[in-house]
């Protein structure tokens, strides 16, 4: 797959406005930021700002650079068979983790913080996830990578379609919930929706796999 800067321009934008935002506050900041909150979106821990020099590279642009690499180093080459629909998860997934970026720069330096927001993000993360895991084929770095499903192309079609519906029902409701919920029990309904709709893909899947080693009929050994 060969790269093309023209068609990656647009994607490339989402990656530096983190960078540019944080350059363009970097004289205004305190030499000591913010840089955890607790539930309440209280401030519980404080650091240099050169802290927040870690969050455009780690989230946008790490982002960015696995969903580039993976496609070449992928051993199936099945990611470079999904063309346009790994393109539009790349730019849906890196501009969530821009505007990730973009918020936790922005509260450090306001110096408060809207605990409901994050929740609402990754809510948004799911979403998005679930409405392209059906469209997904087999590969080693991107969807439900375990062994019943590497292994059987028809397991990862099902599992994929089952977690699709869990991941875009869940992170839906995410959202909801941390739009009228209060901050620590949306943490909370955040953190059990995502052990759900990840661990319910991995039953799901062994159920599959231990369906179709029951139906195997067994070699005659006479």
Known sequence: MKYNLKSEIPVLIIVMLPFLYLGIIWNALPDTVPTHWNLYGKIDGYNK??????????LP???????????????????????DKLTKLKFAI???MSLIALFII?????????????????GTLFAVLGNFFPTLKPNYFIGIRIPWTLNNENNWKLTHRFAGKLWLIGGISI???SLIAQPETSHIFLLCTTTLIAVAPIIYSFRIYKSKENTTPEKNTH
């Open 175 to 177: 959202i909801i919930y």
């Open 49 to 58: 700002k050169a802290t927040l020099l870690w969050i455009p590279f780690l």
């Open 106 to 122: 922005h509260a450090s330096k306001e110096q408060k913080l809207s605990p409901n927001l994050i929740p609402i993000l990754i």
């Open 61 to 83: 642009l790490l982002t960015y650079l696995i969903f580039l690499i993976a496609p070449v180093i992928d051993p199936k080459k099945r990611l470079q068979n999904m063309g």
């Open 94 to 96: 890196t501009f969530i």
